[in-house]
């Protein structure tokens, strides 16, 4: 019940495209899905969060897609670039993380 | 501006040694959150304190761990007797306004990390 599933691992995005990241949760209780970018050596930085109440939140090329009766959110990444390469995790309710996705961009 | 501040950066400790990592939150913030990150791998939450209080300490070992935030002065990450399975990266983020599973969430923000390697 305490968890978050995330995926894929690792992906790799020629530049331009749009990478997606999907997560799953099991329990109903969590009320606040972040995600965060962290770089090798650096702490995490939340990129955007989304409350279950809304279905999608963009904040610049950075959107989050929510689906509650699925129990499963997503983030996706407008025209990448590569400086976007990075980990990118989910959480819920900021105690619980996902493993971690590591994404390269593509120059 | 200062960000949330942690050092050591680095530390190494020889098995059974005391380890003690140190976490300044933002200014104004007095909710502070440890986590520890393997290699490969995602956070795995501590700790959860306010000023003088521990709120949630669900993720933290039951031995050799243990956390303050006094009054007064940093945020303490305490490991007695360290082992080899202590090393890694703990990082500890602070917040203006903190939250049970149920609530209002405010924006945390991550110091830069403590990397602890037990010889």
């Known amino acids: 019940q305490q968890q978050v599933k995330q995926s894929p691992q690792s992906l790799i995005v020629q530049k331009g495209g749009i990478p997606i990241i999907n997560c799953a949760y099991e329990n109903t209780a969590f009320d606040y899905f972040p995600w965060y970018q962290q770089f090798p050596g650096k702490g995490p930085a939340l990129l955007i969060a989304?409350?279950?109440?809304?279905s999608e939140k963009k904040e610049g090329r950075f959107t989050i897609s929510f689906n509650k009766s699925a129990k499963q959110f997503s983030l996706h990444i407008m025209d990448s670039q590569p400086g976007d390469s990075a980990t990118y995790f989910c959480a819920a309710n900021r105690i619980i993380f996902g493993k971690g996705t590591r994404l390269h961009i593509l120059p | 501006n200062a960000g949330v501040m942690q050092n050591p950066r680095h530390l190494v400790r020889r098995r059974g040694q005391e380890a003690r990592l140190r976490c300044s939150p933002m200014?104004?913030?007095?909710?502070v959150y440890w986590y520890r990150q393997l290699p490969e791998e995602g956070l795995k939450f501590m700790v959860y304190?306010?000023?003088?209080?521990?709120?949630?300490e669900s993720g933290m070992p039951k031995e050799r761990f243990s956390a303050e935030f006094p009054k007064e002065g940093p945020s303490i990450l305490r490991i007695q007797q360290v082992v080899r399975g202590d090393s890694a990266a703990y990082f500890c983020a602070s917040s203006l306004i903190g939250t049970g599973t149920s609530g209002l969430s405010y924006e945390q923000y991550f110091g830069p990390g403590t990397r602890l390697t037990v010889t």
């Open positions: 304190l306010q000023k003088e209080n521990i709120i949630d």
């Open positions: 200014k104004g913030h007095s909710h």
């Open positions: 989304i409350r279950p109440d809304v």
